[in-house]
């Protein structure tokens, strides 16, 4: 059974539209991320969800817009898409830290966006 | 502001070789390390977590060790094989006031193992 899934695995859409990825993990974790990777590979954070409230937001512009409808749940929306948004798009899940417990993320196998 | 730096960014060895790959560090408050790998055109998997009180963990013939005060973790995989070559990310989760806090990664050391 896969642990985070996303949809879809492929997306090429023009400029200026609005389109959403959607994320969904079955470990029962209460922490869901989504982070963009860069065509040089760099990985960066881009929104963290805790039960479903919004604590991390690295200022990504607000044509980013996470959305978790439960703590399974973590899609992401964009608005007015642009040339510099082509990347890939990875999902991860955690589950909350208790002491002594290690913390592991779990990435979904990532969502190719390209802008044309 | 945490900085992660990965040397060397490429690593070609022949099969068999055991090698090291590098990250280091610049804020030593770190809650953990982790390792993870990449294969071209897919996700991450995670390799192994070290948390800040721990000094390595090891899984196959992997072993990663963790050394706050100089801010740096090795990787070390023994007998590398072909099907090791992949690109590998370590990341350091800060420490702060939620569990949940960022993971800032590396740029990768892209690795390949030639049979």
């Known amino acids: 059974d896969t642990a985070v899934s996303q949809t879809p695995k492929y997306l090429v859409t023009q400029m200026g539209n609005d389109k959403s990825i959607k994320c969904e993990q079955n470990l029962g974790h209460d922490t869901m991320y989504w982070y963009k990777q860069d065509s040089k590979k760099f990985l960066k954070i881009m929104f963290s969800y805790n039960n479903k409230e919004l604590i991390i937001n690295e200022t990504v512009p607000n044509r980013f817009s996470p959305k978790s409808p439960d703590k399974a749940h973590l899609n992401l929306h964009i608005n007015s898409l642009e040339l510099g948004d082509s990347a890939v798009y990875f999902c991860?899940?955690?589950?909350?830290?208790?002491?002594?417990?290690?913390?592991?993320?779990?990435f979904g196998p990532g969502t190719r966006l390209l802008v044309l | 502001k945490q900085e992660v730096t990965q040397i060397p960014a490429a690593l070609s060895v022949p099969e068999g070789e055991n090698l090291v790959l590098n990250c280091s560090f610049t804020d030593s408050a770190i809650y953990n390390l982790q390792w993870f790998r990449q294969d071209p055109g897919k996700g991450l998997t995670s390799l192994l977590l070290i948390q800040s009180s721990q000094r390595e963990q090891t899984s196959g013939r992997l072993n990663a060790s963790l050394d706050k005060s100089s801010g740096r973790s090795t990787l070390y995989i023994a007998a590398s094989q072909p099907g090791d070559s992949a690109t590998y990310l370590c990341a350091v989760r800060r420490k702060g006031s939620t569990n949940a806090g960022k993971s800032t990664f590396g740029d990768g050391t892209t690795l390949t193992v030639k049979p």
């Open positions: 991860a899940s955690s589950q909350v830290e208790l002491a002594g417990v290690a913390e592991t993320q779990y």
